[in-house]
């Protein structure tokens, strides 16, 4: 399974931090020039950056930009393997980066109701997409809500979204608090339910409780070596003995937790 599960945000004016980030077990690690970044550091993080990303690292990099004046100068760098861009509401808005960075792995982050609207036509917009995502923090603000379960609408659409557009399930939204790490885990249970893989973390502690939320339990891989073993009778559908009925879609759903599973292997 080579989707990453776990997508590192780590601040661009602290390059300690963003070289502590790429041996920390992330799959992917998100260099910040947005919102972790002060306004008096921006200069600072983009040419910490520019410098950082000079080499190639063993982990791919991204970067969320702060404006789109940044990505002429990130572009070129052998360092950076896709661009997270914040606060798109529009297709046009994905046309004007990818012109800007031609070639390079787009991740649309739908941080408005106007974003959540069109999803799709983000998702879609250019060949360059490879994946979008929420902004949680901005969409409760814009949406004017507190309780987090007034997302799940937005959740879902942008899971169909992705799906509609054959992009990968989106990755959730950072959970803010790393000290709560039993409030991240029933996110994340939750987020899994939704149809997220995987999600974006703030701290390298938040990491393994990602990991064991979207991995599946050995209860999950009895039973879907199972219904695979079943379905290599050549029987065609049938049911199992504990009453579930095994089908094409069963049979799919099954190999993508033993792949998951491999991943621990």
Sequence with gaps: MSL?????????DRPEVVRKALVSGADVVIVDLEDAVAPDRKAYALDATVDLLSDSHPVPVHVRVHTPHDIPTLAPLPGLHGLRVPKVT???DIHR????????????????ALAVEHAYALATAHPAVRGIALGEAD?????????????DWARGRVVVAARAAALP????????????????????????????????????RQLPVIERA????PEEVDAAREVVAAAGSG???????????????????????????????
């Design 90 to 92: 529009h297709p046009t």
């Design 4 to 12: 990453p599960l776990t997508w590192l945000y780590a601040p661009g």
């Design 214 to 217: 979207y991995l599946p339990t």
């Design 97 to 112: 980066i990818a012109e800007l960075a031609p070639g390079l792995p787009l991740y649309p982050l739908l941080e408005s």
């Design 169 to 204: 399930p989106p990755a959730q939204s950072v959970h803010p608090d790393i000290g709560d790490l039993e409030a991240l885990a029933a996110g994340c249970a939750r987020g899994r339910t939704l149809g997220f893989f995987g999600r974006a973390a703030i701290h390298p």
């Design 139 to 151: 969409l409760r603000a814009d949406l004017g809500v507190r309780d987090d379960s007034a997302l």
């Design 235 to 265: 029987a065609g559908a049938q049911a199992l003995p504990d009453g579930r009925f095994v089908d094409a879609a069963v049979v799919a759903g099954a190999h993508r937790v033993l792949a998951l599973a491999a991943r621990t292997a």
